[in-house]
């Protein structure tokens, strides 16, 4: 199958994991099979592809993130990158416009749009699978995933059925009732509707065509930043009469605040933390070295990075967004395509941070105006070119790099470095990329 | 007049601000007139000052806190340095013999004896001078402070009075009681035992020489870890006959705990924090340069430092200790004679620290014999000397510094490094230290 995962923007709501260059759907917070942790995306690539090794994944998102998703989904993935956010009619459009004519598929075969962010198991891949062979047949233009209620939620917009098949033509759709309408709804066979749905390509080209002026994906993506903010729900799916849903009816949840995401958890702790035995409901979620202890709380999570350390009821963690917004902050981790970074000493003329670059990968050839850098290998072997000359480098060796000279560093293997920048103007904005001969 | 300050243990009750090495007395957490923060210690110390400016304070402590009481307090202050513990007989011993052996103060002059950490206003130190004067009297052989109890507690010894005057000889000692006995001490004028007395110094070397065999301070010194445990209560208090107890009824709190550590704090977040309007009787005190965000919590300490993050519920919070022993841990912070230091990252075979040398103030001239050292300066100027080398540093200079090769520090200004250590057994006592020429 062909499947566009839409990794949406950064977001606070689950600070301080999420902040605004790292998205929910990167940190790893799930246990996989063999006890290490997965982040959201790699979990959903991983179950995509145990239901169907031969997918074609894309994943639709901004510039930000295409460093985090090669360094979480290695090179195989593809990625539609958004010059800009522009909502999800025209993230679909330029998407579609890729796999068609980039990746070269032909406009008459299905493609599944799904959310990045969906805590499920293998069933809805295989509920996904089923609904590329639906849009195959042709017999609507849109076939959407229709997720069987279990409570009646004011949280989710619903699908009403023309009947209560597993397959069903779509009679309406209705916005976030409240708990009562919620009710009658339910009674009518509706369903929640989740986001995700197939359509053959050539439809949404089509549809792509109609509102946007442009020829090919190269041309959709040159003028993108132009585009109008429109969501795909409003421009396409309101208007179309020809649309089946089909039900699913296995575990579903939206992973958007701290409440839901303890839920997802198999074990309290994940990290280095103690919750005593005077604690009920508390989850810990700990990034940094040092321990937690937890004493006497109920109902409370707690999480600490090296962005900062909260600690909520869980109820009120949902409300977390404007105290996130009052921090004025630097960001003090960031993924990269060749690793991380984090920074461990702010001063007022120096900033040290510990660099991993993962094997084989290498920095950008770069210079800064305004600050030295010294770099102390901590660990690995690799090779660094200043100005042109290389000299391989292993644990324990100092680099010198004054301002203005071009310098990079390549991993042989996994290579740690502590980096002192050092200048009164420290900006990660100092930054001047060259081509390394 | 003489006051002795016994600073006590390192202690976990504090966790994360207190530690095996730094004890809670150090721990910058009130507020001072100016709007600093200042240490247990150095409130007291300030305070005694500011009622006798020319008050002789000798500090009894162990030999691992003299760098941080240096630190604190300056060079002016007298230390008494208990080679090892041996619980408040040896160590009033000790410090009475240093008072007069090495201070050569008279023997008929009184001797105060006050535990470092009591929470107080001026009017207890006042009340300390008193206590002076009137050992100097002579009319008893031991003048103890009585503190008017504000409710029958549990947790003190209580002095029962001859009678309910100012000043009164002493007809007896009681045990911790329950609520019902104290009450009914507090009806014979009963007083809290705050561990606080007078006496001349003759008396107490008298004392000592009866139990102790030893000619002067230089001896009693070099047997001390010879000497039996025993306290001053057990040893002289309770078999005194003469003894005369000073009420003392202005504000009094000891220190042992979070929860009425939390009392004593004017405002209830000390370092970088947002506590929301959903929390009600929540204290942070965080040393972490990240903020923390408190939602929806009620009567909650949250702590967080080098060492770690706490976060209790108040009463909770007094049964720290068995958790934290469980913490296997390195020391992340310490303060020395010459700054401190901050752990900033832990790998398998490098320890990334930031120095901060006082100014004027210099790091042994030492060596180790399985790690190398690399330093990069991040603010101020100084002096290094390696191998006899020496060469003024500044900010951006970078020392390396090879296993074996004696090396030292000297501050001009208030002088910050980033060391970078690299070995495969790195270890804080892998450490020799040698003369300067």
Redesign the interface.
Known sequence: MNIILLSGGSGKRL??LSNDIRSKQFIKMFKKPNGDYESMVQRVYRQILKVDKDAVVTVATSKTQVSAIHNQLGDKVGISVEPCRRDTFPAIALATSYLHDVQGVSEEESVVVCPVDPYVQDDYFTCLKELGMQADKGEANLVLMGIKPTYPSEKYGYIIPKDGNALSYVSEFKEKPNVDTAKKYIKQNALWNGGVFAYKIKYVLEKAHELIDFSDYKDLYSKYETLEKISFDYAVVEKEKSIQVMQFSGEWKDIGTWNTLTETMEEPIIGNG?I?D?CSGVNIL?E??????????HD?I?S?S????????K???S??KP??D??E?QI?FAEKSWGNYEV???????L?I?VTLNPGHKMNYHSHAHR?E?W?V??GKGKTVVEGVEQTVS??D?I?IKQGRRHTIIADTTL?L?E?Q?GKEISVHDKQKFKLD
Do not use: H
């Not at 940094?288 to 709380?297: E, F, N």
């Open positions: 600070w301080p103690i005593n005077t700990n940094l070295d040092r321990p937690i202890l937890a004493m006497g709380l409370v707690i600490a090296p962005e900062g350390i909260l600690v909520a009821d109820e009120q963690s409300y977390i105290y996130v009052k921090f902050q003090m461990l000493d702010v001063e007022k003329e120096s040290t510990k030295d010294v102390v901590v660990e644990c324990g100092v010198e740690k502590i002192i050092l």
